[in-house]
């Protein structure tokens, strides 16, 4: 199919495309299904689970265990809806949604159809990063809420995926920052630790403070029982004094 014309914005587009739509899509699905039965039963079936929502529609498969009851669920794929309001157009999305994720579901690899390039055309591809940079600093720095609402909110593919890049710089460089912060600290601890042990350390004394220690000690009494305090006789002075030549 070809296909040709104006977008909103006045900018001239031309495609063309081969495509399955959801019945055939859904249709190779359940004869493959079908292939796989025990016992005249399918292994497995699985159902649509749709929100459309004022700003866009969201989509889920979910697989289940026919034995048992026990399903499986996709990713959420979120398309924004250009047309609020126009249900041929939502009708278009939610089958696009529904294609888009039943394929993803079973790995079938297909062809945009006519709803799928009709809602890329109307789609603005177009990101205001600085704007962007802006909401996320303020989120960030400042932790606002209405700036984490924003972020944390619905947005078109181009705009999300930018959002998510941003995050993850940020996460990267302040898991980087933490790492070096934190061997910066253990750097520090460690060389405290090293000073104190050195502080500890006695230093061996100099050879002129052991001098100085044994001059300045005072010298123990030899004798201390043999002191007496009693005053000499004069017999005893006259010895000393000619002992000492006086």
């Known amino acids: 199919?070809?296909?040709?014309?104006?977008?909103?914005?006045?900018?001239?587009?031309?495609?063309?495309?081969?495509?399955?739509?959801?019945?055939?899509?859904?249709?190779?699905?359940?004869?493959a299904i079908k292939k796989t039965k025990q016992d005249n039963r399918p292994l497995l079936t699985y159902y649509f689970d749709i929100d459309n929502g004022a700003e866009g529609v969201t989509v889920e498969t979910v697989i289940v265990d026919a034995a048992t009851g026990y399903s499986v669920r996709t990713n959420k794929v979120w398309f924004k809806n250009v047309n609020v309001g126009n249900a041929q157009e939502t009708a278009s999305l939610i089958s696009y949604g529904k294609r888009y994720s039943l394929s993803a579901a079973f790995g079938i690899a297909s062809e945009d159809d006519d709803d799928a390039q009709a809602q890329?055309?109307?789609?603005s591809q177009v990101v205001d990063e600085n704007a962007i940079k802006i909401i996320f600093e303020d989120y960030v720095n400042n932790h606002s809420i209405k700036a984490k609402n924003w972020i944390k909110g619905k947005h078109d593919k181009a705009t999300g995926?930018?959002?998510?890049?941003?995050?993850?710089?940020?996460?990267?460089?302040?898991?980087?920052?933490?790492?070096?912060q934190k061997a910066i600290d253990r750097r520090k601890e460690k060389d405290q630790k090293v000073k104190e042990a050195v502080s500890k350390i006695k230093k061996p004394k100099s050879e002129d403070e052991v001098i100085k220690d044994i001059v300045d000690k005072p010298k123990a009494n030899p004798f201390p029982d043999k002191k007496e305090d009693a005053p000499m006789s004069?017999?005893?002075?006259?010895?000393?004094?000619?002992?000492?030549g006086d």
């Open 1 to 31: 199919v070809e296909v040709s014309g104006l977008t909103k914005y006045k900018k001239p587009y031309h495609y063309t495309y081969k495509y399955a739509d959801l019945a055939d899509v859904d249709k190779s699905i359940m004869d």
């Open 120 to 123: 890329k055309m109307n789609q």
């Open 161 to 180: 995926d930018y959002i998510r890049q941003l995050l993850g710089d940020y996460e990267l460089n302040h898991h980087l920052d933490k790492s070096k």
């Open 234 to 244: 004069e017999g005893q002075q006259s010895l000393f004094d000619d002992i000492l």
